[in-house]
């Protein structure tokens, strides 16, 4: 009987008014992240591009956020790619880009990244570009 009473008693106090106002059930929003910058396109196919002849792939962005953005890094996936954008801050509405130069040394498929780490945000976001170099 006793631990009947105990039982109740911990049922009672477990949905008391009291935790209403400790558990944040009520008056709760789900804040949506938003990017602040809006790539024209995030994955790029340049076909078919002749061998020895470096090829420009230009990702261009707009800062859709309230603040000045910053692109902190910029990092291709390889050796055989250099890479080049915005070394000043991109204000709110402006645009911006980031370039890769891809050196179409071996023939055949390829398919190459760059990751791009900006003040808004830390994890890098990553750009690809596909073609096929084709001897000449």
């Known amino acids: 009987m006793k631990k ?5 008693l ?3 106090l477990a949905f008391s008014p009291f935790y209403a106002g400790i558990l944040p059930f009520e008056n709760t929003s789900v804040k949506v992240i938003i990017d602040a910058i809006k790539w024209k396109s995030e ?3 340049v076909g078919n591009i002749p061998q020895g002849k470096p090829k420009v792939i230009r ?3 707009t800062n ?6 910053v692109i902190e890094n910029v990092a291709p996936s390889c050796g055989c790619t250099t890479a080049d954008y915005t070394k000043t801050p991109i204000l709110p509405g402006k645009k911006g880009f980031v370039e890769a130069s891809y050196n179409a040394a071996n023939p055949g498929a ?3 990244t760059v990751n ?3 003040s808004d945000s830390k994890t890098p976001k990553t750009l690809s570009f596909k073609g096929v170099v084709v001897a000449g």
Request: charged fraction near 20%; aromatic fraction near 12%.
């Open 64 to 69: 859709t956020s309230s603040k000045p953005i």
């Open 59 to 61: 990702f261009e962005f």
């Open 110 to 112: 390829f398919m190459k």
């Open 10 to 12: 911990l049922a009672v």
């Open 116 to 118: 791009v780490t900006t």
């Open 4 to 8: 009947l009473k105990i039982t109740v």
């Open 43 to 45: 994955s790029v196919d």
